[in-house]
């Protein structure tokens, strides 16, 4: 198998769940505690050892990929008063990875996302990272996707078991288990009425796939709510070739929408050196302690 470079991020998205927050700010920037929905996405990425990032963007959004550029007025002044420290983490993130960006005017679905991001992935094997859905894995959960597409030499989606009452919000997997939380993909339906789904197993936002889905995508029409759906595309590359899926072994948040949002927050905040020791009296509801 080829080795996987480049994650492709589909981030074209109005972000009409949280309006009017996202009217001039990209939902990929609003911020966990001090840090943008996106950069855990493009952090995972970078420790999953993937060093491209296609930004799929909508030409309205600019403001997205100007967060992964240096920056010198604000380092040098940050320098000089002996605050460098405070881009640590995000200064070694962007001089890791090379980031460039595909606009795609129009939002006509996931899979045209994808679609959109032909030209630059070229004719590699690559990840799609959905940064909405925030995962907080010990290995990343893309790592050990990678991992896995080494072995069977093909797509690998990444599923998370879902509550009945969730199914037709997700890309549903029919699938036979194969190993430790490793399944073969025997079906695949984009948000399946609840008593349709063939199985509780939800595609979550990480994907490592072929470039053989580009020709695939070109040719699908429009699916569930009239967008072009990747899992459609999917259904039919899987007639071509196997796909995998691994459970996901660790948390996701989908700060996507509002309470994902909010507990996203509360969970990362609950993790930050400075806030961790405050946070329990604070959901408590006694206040922060001064
Ligand atoms: C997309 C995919 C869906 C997947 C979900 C994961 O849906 O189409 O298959 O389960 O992401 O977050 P969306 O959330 O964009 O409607």
């Given at each position: 198998p080829h080795v996987v470079r480049k994650a492709v991020f589909p981030a074209a998205g109005l972000g009409t769940r949280i309006l009017p927050a996202t009217v001039v700010v990209?939902?990929?920037?609003?911020?966990i505690v001090d840090k943008p929905i996106i950069q855990f996405g493009v952090e995972e990425a970078a420790a999953s050892g993937l060093t491209q990032v296609i930004l799929v963007n909508s030409?309205?959004?600019?403001?997205?990929?100007?967060?992964f550029d240096r920056h010198s007025l604000l380092e040098d002044v940050l320098e000089r008063r002996g605050?460098?420290?405070?881009l640590d983490g995000w200064r070694e993130l962007v001089e890791s990875i090379e980031l460039s960006t595909v606009y795609?005017?129009?939002?006509?679905?996931l899979g045209h996302a994808v679609l959109v991001s032909r030209e630059l992935v070229d004719d590699e094997p690559f990840a799609v990272v959905l940064s909405d859905d925030i995962i907080d894995a010990d290995p990343p959960a893309l790592r050990k996707m990678l991992d896995l597409y080494k072995e069977v030499d093909g797509p690998v989606l990444l599923v998370e078991r879902v509550p009945p009452d969730a199914v037709s919000r997700y890309g549903i997997i029919a699938a036979d288990a194969i190993g430790d939380g490793v399944h073969r993909v025997t079906d695949l339906v984009e948000k399946p009425p609840r008593d349709e789904a063939p199985s509780d197993l939800a595609i979550i936002g990480r994907y490592v796939l072929t470039p053989d889905v580009f020709p695939i995508l070109a040719a699908t029409g429009q699916g569930s709510g009239g967008e072009i759906q990747l899992t459609d595309g999917l259904r039919r590359l899987l007639e071509q070739r196997p796909i995998h899926a691994v459970e996901l072994n660790g948390t996701r948040q989908d700060a996507g929408n509002k309470l994902g949002y909010l507990k996203a927050i509360l969970y990362f905040a609950m993790k930050h050196p400075e806030l961790a020791e405050a946070m329990p009296q604070l959901l408590a509801g006694g206040g922060t302690p001064r």
């Open positions: 990209p939902k990929e920037l609003l911020p030409p309205d959004k600019t403001m997205l990929e100007k967060h605050k460098a420290a405070l795609q005017a129009d939002p006509l679905g």
